[in-house]
């Protein structure tokens, strides 16, 4: 199954933490990038942080650093959000997705923008209050 299926989110109070999953068996390459990205009513979908398969290189929106951590469990090819320290305008759908990267050398750059990737999640609700 190429489409990535998410797992995780909830509701939480400001300050808590959430963990998010994202299982993607399979790709058309050997290396790829994995990312999340997530979406507020009203808003534009945007870029919280990525994963490059080949070696665990990771990337963060400056909104997320510090607070957000993103890895991967290779047995099960899945990939895992922590989310600490919570706030409101946290608040928002959480999608996954895989891409092909923009290979440099021995590793690569996973963007943490949505037209560099092909396949998506289902999306997962992240409702933090305040």
């Known amino acids: 199954q190429v489409q990535p299926v998410q797992s995780g989110g909830g509701s939480v109070q400001a300050g808590g933490s959430l963990r998010l999953s994202c299982a993607a068996s399979?790709?058309?390459?050997?290396?790829?990038?994995m990312a999340w990205f997530r979406q507020a009513p009203g808003k534009e979908r945007e870029g919280v942080a990525s994963?490059?398969?080949?070696?665990?290189?990771?990337d963060y929106a400056d909104s997320v650093k510090g607070r957000f951590t993103v890895s991967r469990d290779n047995t099960n090819n899945t990939m895992h959000l922590q989310m600490d320290s919570l706030k409101s305008e946290d608040t928002a759908t959480y999608y996954c997705?895989?891409?092909?990267?923009?290979?440099?050398?021995?590793?690569?750059?996973?963007?943490?923008?949505?037209?560099?990737?092909?396949?998506w999640g289902q999306g997962s609700q992240v409702t933090v209050s305040s």
């Open positions: 994963f490059w398969t080949g070696n665990s290189r990771t």
């Open positions: 399979t790709y058309p390459r050997s290396y790829f990038c």
């Open positions: 997705a895989t891409g092909p990267g923009a290979l440099r050398g021995n590793s690569a750059i996973c963007s943490l923008f949505s037209e560099k990737y092909n396949y």
